[in-house]
């Protein structure tokens, strides 16, 4: 502690020893002005100036010394009750400010149960607790990108050098031509993505509610990927029930249905099925994509929905981990309810359940 330290420390306890000996002067001055005019009056006493003095002498030396007593008595409880846990937040905020989020300050075992001091480090940890998480999927976010735009360019860049060898064959041209194509088209939809998940989660797209059949709009998107499931012979499935009118932004859900149908026709192997139904239930409509393909895990289960999370850790199947991060967004926005159910090698059924129109829609 430096000099300069200790004066103000000094200074403060002088204080606090002034303003306890201002208190208990004036109320021992008055508590013995009340006894001796009562003692006056009711035993018809005339103390003396000599009584006086004497009484006045020892008034004063138990203000001397109850307020001493009341000094340290206070500092000794400011060191416990508010110094302790002051150094306890301001070190653990220090360490935040070093970029420390994993700190956590313990609860003061304090008598009193609405102790704020506990509430200001309930408050603080939970904070705590929320920037590591952030910090967290920041770095992974980093990570992930990192790794997600650097494989496509490392395609492209082989492939392109390869295409500046001489004496290759047409063949090989247009085998080479179409790996850069393939990683372009695969670099430009993780970027739009990226952009459109960005513009979601900071809120610069805002639902535009309005009524429509979502019957159509189910079959019109269903309809994008006939070619795709075609290629692959997969018999599609579809169970529509009519005139199901909802009330939210068409062209935000349906961001939903084409990831929906594009990773139920991508994991679904040849000459399986892909099925779709929409039905109501009550006030709901409710949207059913079922396949049969690989199916997911327990484990893979839990993190579907966050960003750059693929199951097929070997990236056999061409995706980059945001569509169904998109897709919770999505959901999350419009106000729906989106759930999954499945089962390993046996497919996977994601349900979407969204307020009819005419039925309290917000």
């Known amino acids: 502690m430096t000099r300069e330290e200790k004066y103000r420390k000094f200074l403060v306890a002088v204080n606090h020893y002034v303003c306890f000996f201002l208190l208990a002067a004036a109320i021992l001055t008055c508590c013995m002005m009340l006894f001796v005019t009562i003692l006056e009056w009711t035993m018809d006493i005339k103390l003396t100036e000599a009584d006086l003095g004497v009484a006045a002498k020892y008034t004063f030396g138990n203000v ?16 416990i009750l508010i110094d302790r846990p002051v150094r306890q937040i301001t070190d653990a905020a220090r ?17 009193d149960p609405e102790d704020k001091f506990n509430e200001i480090i309930s408050c603080f940890n939970t904070m705590a607790a929320e920037l590591e998480g952030t910090e967290t999927l920041r770095t992974d976010f980093i990570a992930n990108v990192s790794h997600e735009l650097k494989t496509p360019l490392a395609v492209m860049g082989n492939y392109a050098a390869m295409l500046q060898q001489p004496g290759i064959t047409e063949a090989q041209r247009m085998e080479y031509a179409k ?9 430009a939809s993780l970027i739009t993505n990226i952009l459109k998940l960005n513009k979601l989660e900071n809120q610069q797209i805002f639902p535009t509610p309005a009524v429509y059949d979502l019957g159509e709009q189910l079959a019109a998107c269903l309809l994008d990927f006939e070619s795709l499931w075609e290629n692959k012979e997969i018999e599609i499935d579809v169970d529509l029930e009519e005139g199901v009118l909802v009330k939210t932004d068409a062209q935000m859900l349906s ?20 099925g779709l139904r929409l039905y109501t239930d009550g006030d709901f409509a409710v949207v059913e994509v079922s396949d049969t393909g690989c199916g997911i895990s327990q484990e893979v289960g839990r993190h579907i929905f966050d960003k750059f999370y693929q199951g097929d850790t070997s990236h056999a199947t061409q995706g980059n981990g945001l569509g169904l991060a998109l897709v919770k967004r999505v959901i999350d926005i419009t106000g729906s309810d989106i759930a999954v159910a499945s089962e390993v090698g046996r497919g996977t059924t994601f349900t979407v359940r969204i307020r009819r129109a005419g039925n309290g829609t917000r």
């Open 255 to 274: 961001l939903v249905w084409n990831n929906l149908f594009s990773n139920a026709i991508k994991f679904t192997q040849a000459h399986g099925t892909v």
């Open 179 to 187: 790996a850069i194509s393939d990683a372009s088209r695969r670099l």
């Open 95 to 111: 360490a935040m400010m070093k970029g420390d989020f994993s700190v956590r300050i313990d609860k003061n075992r304090s008598l």
């Open 64 to 79: 001397v010394f109850l307020s001493l007593l009341c000094t340290v008595i206070d500092a000794i409880r400011r060191k």
